[in-house]
Nanobody, 121 residues
Framework: VQLQASGGGLVQPGGSLRLSCTAT????????MGWYRQAPGKQRELVAL???????NYADSVKGRFTISRDNAENTVNLQMNSPKPEDTAVYYC????????????????WGQGTLVTVSS
């Protein structure tokens, strides 16, 4: 299983940016999908999580500004970042709780390679 993230880059404060991540491989099903981030000198933290049924959970710092969504048919999770702030600057990692395998199906956590988001004027 591989997670491929895209959409990072430079964005101005108050602008918008959309991150996407697609899971590929011998996937039976995906439970939770989400986004974490890690700023320089800080620990990785949860940004947003979405269940297979569409329930969401957000970090307090992004509530009302970021929106997570997913397409179960495409095994894709997205993060719409509106009104980003300089403190949102970080490497963003997508995450998926995946049941995968050929014949024997095993559950495991998978991470994308990380995409840098820089919020600056």
């Amino acid at each position: 299983v591989q997670l491929q993230a895209s959409g990072g880059g430079l964005v101005q404060p108050g602008g918008s940016l959309r991150l996407s991540c697609t899971a590929t491989g011998s996937i039976a099903k995906i439970d939770d999908m989400g986004w974490y981030r890690q700023a320089p000198g800080k620990q990785r933290e949860l940004v947003a999580l979405i269940t297979s049924g569409g329930s969401t959970n957000y970090a307090d710092s992004v509530k009302g500004r970021f929106t997570i969504s997913r397409d179960n048919a495409e095994n894709t999770v997205n993060l719409q970042m509106n009104s980003p702030k300089p403190e949102d600057t970080a490497v963003y990692y997508c995450y998926a709780d995946v049941w995968a395998g050929r014949g024997i199906v095993i559950q495991d956590d998978y991470w994308g390679q990380g995409t840098l988001v820089t919020v600056s004027s």
